[in-house]
Each structure stands twice: as structure tokens, then as C-alpha cells.
């Protein structure tokens, strides 16, 4: 059974920093690139950061440049985000996204459930 689970959400002070977490099982996460979205009331889920399969590729919304770091850890099945100097417009839930597409063209897209990050005073 495929699974994505975030965590590491939460309640955090402008300027503050959190770590979200993604662990994958069910699947072969290696083979897969992955990705960080994110969902605010009455948008439009926008593509925050992405990292390639092996990570040597990482790219970024121009708003989280310098702020948010991507990484992985494929002995570990897990997916970060480093998130630093929040700010109230970084208040969304954020979703963990895996994807790769075989040679014959099929492609296997997975979703997390979601993890709520509110930056407030």
C-alpha cells in the first residue's frame, strides 16, 4: 500500500523556522522525484520546492528562495523542507507529492494527506 505521511507542521511565529517531514512506503522512493506543494485558503496549490530522484536537483518557488531547503534521505524513505524566516503568507497546508514516469510513458503519481503550517503572532 502506497503511503505519504507529512509531518512537522504547526503554529509558528513570523520569522520562525519548521521541518516538515514526508515518509514514503509502498513504493520504491528512490526511483521517484518529489515534490512540496502548498494550499492556502482560496488559492490554488502552487509547487513550493522539488528535488530530483538521486537529489542532485533541487528547484524552488522564487518566493521561498533562500528561506526553504529541500532534501531527501533515500535510506530513509523520507522527503524535508527545511522552512526558515517564515512569514504569514507561508500559512498553508502543505502536501508531499512523489511522480515518476516509465519509459513506456505510465505515469505513477502519489499524494500525501497534508500538513497544516501557520505562521501568526
Known amino acids: 500500500q502506497v503511503q505519504l505521511v507529512e509531518s512537522g507542521g504547526g503554529l509558528v511565529q513570523p520569522g520562525g523556522s519548521l521541518r516538515l517531514s514526508c515518509a514514503a512506503s509502498?513504493?520504491?522512493?528512490?526511483?521517484?522525484?518529489v515534490n512540496w506543494y502548498r494550499q492556502a485558503p482560496g488559492k490554488e496549490r502552487e509547487l513550493v520546492a522539488s528535488?530530483?530522484?538521486?537529489?542532485?536537483?533541487?528547484n524552488y518557488l522564487d518566493s521561498v528562495k533562500g528561506r526553504f531547503t529541500i532534501s531527501r534521505d533515500n535510506a530513509k524513505n523520507t522527503l524535508y523542507l527545511q522552512m526558515n524566516s517564515l512569514r504569514p503568507e507561508d500559512t498553508a497546508v502543505y502536501f508531499c507529492?512523489?511522480?515518476?514516469?516509465?519509459?513506456?510513458?505510465?505515469?505513477?503519481?502519489?499524494w500525501g494527506q497534508g500538513t497544516q503550517v501557520t505562521v501568526s503572532s
Open positions: 528535488i530530483s530522484s538521486a537529489g542532485g536537483s533541487t
Open positions: 507529492n512523489a511522480w515518476r514516469r516509465t519509459i513506456a510513458n505510465v505515469l505513477y503519481d502519489y
Open positions: 509502498g513504493f520504491t522512493f528512490s526511483a521517484y522525484a
